[in-house]
């Protein structure tokens, strides 16, 4: 269950780190910006005074106005409409960075009117997108589907496929909105096409982002991370360091959901730099967060307390009381988990009930810095009325009483628990809470109510499919049913659980046979290519020693046939000083001959 939660963390922590719903400064691109300005000419103006707006639009609200202001004023003054609608949509834009959408949107219809006024269908076709956009984030889904739905045809009718992917990705976020996830993903499919034409890297960059999320929050984290990875190289390309970093962290979680620690910490190790430079708060407490959880899996605990205290001052720095109580109640986890772990090393397996019978406050003693970051934290999310953080934090106090004996206060805490997960409609929670206040039940002997709980409980769960609770739940029933001579219903419960059991294991191997087989085929291909490189240079090898070889006796005949000719050569001289007649000169003809026909077969020999 815990690792459920942490999972629901992360994937939130993935949503919120997306380029939609974060933007951060780099400090360094401000700076080149600023240069850049100071020295460029009048004509390349206008492009770096809207670059350096949008940058530090949230650092410095009124700077970036002026600067905006100031790219509009240039436009006019050149009697540039293309200049001046960018600059309209520029302006809006800085605004919408600030969450101020209805004034980025009248800044988009000035755009808009100038364009139809001078009949620029470019202009046209990016400002109806935006107004459907800023619709959009307005939760006006009907209306930005008009407005988007007529830029998507002006977009199509120029040829314009930068606008055409910006339009099919603002679409398929409003069918996610809807829950339409399946067209969703389809039209999403259809803006990478139309964006790959364009070679528009920041819409390809976002679309494979969000369509990574898609596949994290259903739980395929493999296909998550493919996209991510894209997402990855486009955000390298763009130079966008902060989007970069977002993507790695999200790389991270995904791979800490398929228990590759360490790839996760690789990735986590990747962001956490960019980060810090950045000095972007949220994206290094996601990090520590983490690294956190990681450790706490290994049971080093230790460093998983280490980080959540990295994380936990951030949070406390930046005023973020929701992150605080998230933090204090993790925090409460890992102190709870390793005192429970030290007790039962002592005691054994019969830990809980040897706890119950001794009635005794040394075991809640052990328990108390758990509690105390437990209590701190539900102080925090009751002030701050985190509903589900309080929920969570009520059922981890209910767990810490029952492991230290103390039944009647772990009911009180169980109960507040049902009754805010009846509230909220968590099914989940609600199952999880009934079943420990049916465990508490059994503990007192209370064996009818122990039925009554642990089949309500059931009947949530089932829903939810919550395997590992209705696991739990039929082997209580078993051994209840088995206390009260019900050999019967105890089997039938035994033979339930033991069909769940082997159902999780099942699940288990066959993500643990994917994962080998996804291992095992990266492995093959890593060696596949040694093998080739290996055969490569074998056979770089064999050319080598084989041109050895032939050079070497070419240059051996070459020596061969220059000194017996050079022997032909005096001995025919010779021949023709004492020798001058004309059967003397028949002699040397044939010695030459002789000679010639040696040389040749000795040639052949060779080759």
């Not at 922590?13 to 400090?27: E, K, L």
Request: hydrophobic share 35%; glycine share 4%.
């Amino acid at each position: 269950m815990l690792r459920r939660l942490v999972t629901y963390c992360l994937l939130f922590c993935s949503f919120f780190s997306s380029p939609q719903a974060i933007y951060s400064q780099d400090p360094v691109k401000i700076d080149s910006l600023e240069n850049v300005l100071k020295s460029k000419k009048k004509k390349d103006r206008f492009e770096v005074l809207t670059a350096l707006s949008v940058e530090i639009a949230r650092l410095d609200y009124v700077q970036s106005q002026e600067l905006a202001d100031e790219a509009i004023s240039l436009a006019k003054k050149r009697r540039d409409i293309k200049l001046e609608v960018s600059g309209y949509i520029n302006k809006g834009y800085c605004h919408e960075l600030n969450y101020e959408d209805s004034i980025a949107a009248t800044l988009f219809r000035k755009a808009l009117e100038i364009s139809n006024e001078k009949n620029y269908n470019d202009g046209k076709a990016e400002a109806l997108y935006r107004i459907g956009r800023s619709l959009s984030y307005q939760r006006d889904y009907s209306a930005s589907a008009e407005y988007l739905d007529k830029s998507l045809e002006l977009a199509r009718n120029s040829g314009n496929f930068k606008i055409e992917g910006q339009v099919l990705s603002s679409l398929a976020d409003n069918m996610r909105q809807a829950g339409n996830i399946d067209e969703a993903m389809a039209f999403y499919q259809k803006s990478l096409e139309s964006a790959r034409k364009a070679d528009d890297i920041n819409t390809l960059g976002n679309v494979y982002s969000t369509i990574g999320s898609l596949y994290y929050s259903r739980g395929d984290y493999h296909q998550a991370i493919r996209n991510y990875e894209e997402s990855r190289k486009f955000r390298i390309q763009m130079g966008s360091r902060l989007r970069t970093a977002q993507t790695e962290n999200n790389i991270a979680n995904s791979y800490y959901n398929l228990a590759r620690y360490d790839m996760a910490i690789e990735y986590y190790q990747k962001a956490l730099p960019l980060f810090e430079e950045l000095k972007y708060s949220v994206g290094i407490a996601s990090v520590y967060n983490g690294m956190a959880v990681i450790y706490f899996d290994q049971k080093l605990y230790d460093k998983s307390l280490e980080y959540h205290s990295r994380k936990l001052e951030i949070s406390e720095e930046t005023g973020n009381l929701k992150e605080v109580g998230n933090t204090l109640n993790n925090i409460g986890n890992v102190y709870e988990k390793m005192t429970y772990d030290s007790i039962s090393e002592i005691l054994g397996s019969d830990y809980e009930s040897i706890v119950i019978r001794e009635k005794t406050d040394i075991y809640l003693k052990a328990y108390s810095k758990a509690l105390d970051y437990y209590n701190q934290s539900l102080e925090i999310r009751n002030k701050v009325n985190d509903r589900p953080g309080l929920l969570s934090t009520l059922g981890n106090i209910g767990v810490l009483y029952l492991h230290s004996g103390k039944l009647d206060i772990a009911m009180k805490y169980l109960d507040k628990a049902r009754i805010l997960s009846q509230e909220m409609n968590n099914t989940a929670e609600l199952a999880l809470s009934l079943m420990r206040i049916g465990q508490v039940y059994n503990y007192k002997g209370q064996n009818d109510m122990t039925i009554r709980y642990m089949n309500q409980s059931l009947q949530y769960a089932a829903q939810s499919d919550l395997k590992a609770v209705m696991e739990d739940i039929y082997m209580t029933l078993s051994d209840i049913f088995e206390k009260k001579n019900d050999y019967y219903q105890a089997l039938t419960y035994y033979k339930l659980f033991s069909n769940m059991k082997d159902s999780i294991s099942r699940e288990e191997s066959v993500k643990m046979m994917t994962e080998m087989q996804l291992k095992f085929e990266t492995e093959s291909i890593l060696k596949a290519n040694e093998l080739l490189v290996v055969q490569s240079q074998l056979s770089e090898t064999r050319v080598r020693q084989q041109k050895f070889i032939i050079y070497f006796f070419i240059i051996i005949l070459g020596l061969i046939s220059g000194l017996v000719l050079f022997l032909v050569i005096r001995n025919y001289r010779k021949r023709q000083e004492l020798n001058r007649n004309e059967s003397g000169n028949l002699n040397s003809s044939l010695l030459l001959k002789k000679i010639s026909l040696k040389l040749t077969r000795l040639f052949h020999w060779i080759i």
